[in-house]
């Protein structure tokens, strides 16, 4: 880690776990018959585009999957419980890893999500470890839904440098997804692709 003084953390998959063949299972059970593309690591839907920059809303995302099965009678909470499938939660030691690194570098969160899943993410930081929010872990929280803009769009980290300052070559940026990374080495921006069965933890005890 010579030279890095900011470390930019994506969400899924690199603190907070998920697992995409759950959800596919679920968006299948609830009648989705092309679950492999509707919503995948590295492809989905266009609805989740809009969904995670804001512009869709969680009664119009609710609306547009009753729409693309045919089920008027579909309720929120089904919808809900399906979508939130993909969450599976986060690993011991990861907030303690994340509290350990501030003293060391300036440390930002970057999270492509939108408001059910965050939602969701906010109760369970509540019941499960007595958190209001990731607020204390990191310096500054980005949250696509919250922000208007998305990852792997250039925008969303144009705003995190200026806006905090950063050097982008003194910047490391773990991603799960190699769209976003490699979004990120265009700017400048010293990368790391997580892959199973890789850790956040492994990575900085190494």
Sequence with gaps: MQNIKNIIFDYGNVI???????????????????????????????????????????????????????????????IDNAWNSL??????????LLLSLRPKYRTFLL?????????????????????ESNDHLFEKTYYSHLVGKRKPGAAIFEQIMDENNLI????????????????????GIQTYLMTAPDSVQALFRG
């Design 111 to 131: 999270s492509n999500i939108n408001t059910i899943h965050y939602d969701h993410i906010m109760k369970y930081l509540k019941e499960d470890f007595g958190f």
């Design 16 to 78: 907070f776990m998920l697992d995409f063949l759950k959800s596919k299972q679920a968006w299948q059970d609830l009648g989705i018959e092309n679950a492999d593309t509707f919503y995948a690591q590295k492809v989905q839907d266009n609805i989740f585009d809009g969904f995670e920059t804001g512009d869709v809303t969680a009664p119009q995302f609710r609306d547009y999957i009753r729409g693309i099965i045919n089920n008027p009678q579909l309720t929120d909470e089904q």
């Design 87 to 96: 969450l599976v939660g986060i690993p011991e030691g990861n907030h303690e």
């Design 168 to 187: 982008p070559a003194e910047t490391l940026f773990i991603d799960d997804n190699p769209h976003n990374t490699a979004a990120a080495e265009k700017l």
